[in-house]
């Protein structure tokens, strides 16, 4: 039996003394065969072993980087949080809200045509934009700037605007409000007009520069004096308006040409005036109320004047201060 020594490993080769006692037994001819080599797979197996496994950490550059990266991006992320916060305090950033709609507002105006009004009358919408348009016809000077004379002569009864402006009511809605004013100068005799005013409603026309910008006719008027109203048979209800006595009219938003709303027409009613009050000049937007009844007619011709169909108007016009 052989003395040699087995091989060290499957991928080793035989060494020195090896191949020495091979040589010899071979000589004395009783010796084993030549130790045999690994093989290649063997030795592929043997090296898989021996290798020590890898660890799957990431590398230290790459974490390096993202630390890095970190320490860069948060001052800035700091500074884009202060925005973010600063606009939505400052109400730049919208935020859903589940409040309730809010109720539809009235129309700011009427349309080109006429229409029934709301509370009674109808609307001059069909006239917006004409010039010198006025529902009663006025004779001549009937919306003239100066006033009469004080030394003339009394011309019957008269009608002036004692207010003007816009208002609104309990629920919201809005119109021009016209105070309406009655003298009888030159008589004690009472002035008795219908509470309908002859059944026909008064009548407004605003103009501005490009034309009539609201009118309406047929408007009620509401008589604050009620107690001073008496009984006239069939003819229903009639006011004693002499000695300054007066109404209202409203001239709703449904009466404004389309573009006009009232609070801007009625600040346009108004003249311009120096710091003590002096008129200045002519306002941007002329008014014009006028009405007609019989009984105006009937005290006009009691003073020997013309009848004049018992119309009566009233102008927003003051004469401005002379120099």
């Given at each position: 039996?052989?003395?040699?020594?087995?091989?060290?490993?499957?991928?080793?080769?035989?060494?020195?003394?090896?191949?020495?006692?091979?040589?010899?037994?071979?000589?004395?001819?009783?010796?084993?065969?030549?130790?045999?080599?690994?093989?290649?797979?063997?030795?592929?197996?043997?090296?898989?072993?021996?290798?020590?496994?890898?660890?799957?950490?990431?590398?230290?550059?790459?974490?390096?980087?993202?630390?890095?990266?970190l320490a860069a991006a948060a001052p800035w992320t700091?500074?884009?949080?202060?925005?973010?916060?600063?606009?939505?305090?400052?109400?730049?950033?919208?935020?859903?809200?589940?409040?309730?709609?809010?109720?539809?507002?009235?129309?700011?105006?009427?349309?080109?045509?006429?229409?029934?009004?709301?509370?009674?009358?109808?609307?001059?919408?069909?006239?917006?934009?004409?010039?010198?348009?006025?529902?009663?016809?006025?004779?001549?000077?009937?919306?003239?700037?100066?006033?009469?004379?004080?030394?003339?002569?009394?011309?019957?009864?008269?009608?002036?605007?004692?207010?003007?402006?816009?208002?609104?009511?309990?629920?919201?809605?809005?119109?021009?409000?016209?105070?309406?004013?009655?003298?009888?100068?030159?008589?004690?005799?009472?002035?008795?007009?219908?509470?309908?005013?002859?059944?026909?409603?008064?009548?407004?026309?605003?103009?501005?520069?490009?034309?009539?910008?609201?009118?309406?006719?047929?408007?009620?008027?509401?008589?604050?004096?009620?107690?001073?109203?008496?009984?006239?048979?069939?003819?229903?209800?009639?006011?004693?308006?002499?000695?300054?006595?007066?109404?209202?009219?409203?001239?709703?938003?449904?009466?404004?040409?389309?573009?006009?709303?009232?609070?801007?027409?009625?600040?346009?009613?108004?003249?311009?005036?120096?710091?003590?009050?002096?008129?200045?000049?002519?306002?941007?937007?002329?008014?014009?109320?006028?009405?007609?009844?019989?009984?105006?007619?009937?005290?006009?011709?009691?003073?020997?004047?013309?009848?004049?169909?018992?119309?009566?108007?009233?102008?927003?016009?003051?004469?401005?201060?002379?120099?």
């Open positions: 039996m052989s003395s040699l020594p087995p091989a060290q490993g499957p991928d080793e080769s035989p060494s020195d003394e090896q191949w020495e006692a091979f040589l010899r037994d071979a000589m004395e001819g009783g010796g084993a065969g030549a130790p045999k080599e690994a093989s290649a797979r063997d030795r592929l197996a043997a090296a898989r072993v021996r290798r020590p496994r890898r660890s799957r950490r990431p590398r230290s550059g790459t974490a390096r980087s993202a630390t890095a990266w700091a500074v884009a949080a202060v925005v973010v916060f600063g606009a939505f305090q400052m109400g730049l950033i919208p935020v859903p809200r589940s409040s309730p709609p809010a109720p539809a507002a009235g129309p700011a105006s009427g349309p080109t045509e006429a229409v029934s009004l709301p509370g009674g009358g109808t609307s001059d919408g069909d006239q917006c934009g004409t010039k010198g348009y006025h529902h009663f016809p006025l004779p001549a000077g009937a919306t003239d700037v100066e006033p009469p004379s004080p030394a003339s002569p009394a011309s019957g009864p008269q009608l002036s605007l004692s207010h003007y402006g816009y208002a609104t009511d309990p629920d919201g809605e809005g119109g021009i409000v016209i105070g309406l004013r009655f003298a009888t100068p030159g008589t004690k005799k009472p002035l008795r007009v219908s509470r309908t005013l002859g059944g026909e409603g008064a009548a407004v026309e605003i103009e501005g520069p490009d034309g009539l910008v609201a009118g309406a006719h047929g408007l009620p008027v509401s008589w604050p004096s009620a107690a001073r109203a008496s009984a006239s048979g069939t003819s229903g209800a009639s006011v004693d308006v002499s000695d300054g006595g007066g109404g209202e009219i409203v001239v709703p938003a449904e009466a404004l040409c389309p573009g006009h709303d009232g609070d801007s027409v009625a600040r346009s009613l108004v003249p311009p005036a120096d710091s003590t009050g002096t008129v200045t000049g002519p306002p941007p937007y002329r008014l014009v109320v006028s009405l007609r009844d019989p009984a105006v007619g009937t005290l006009r011709t009691t003073l020997g004047l013309p009848a004049g169909g018992g119309l009566l108007s009233a102008v927003n016009l003051v004469p401005a201060a002379r120099s």
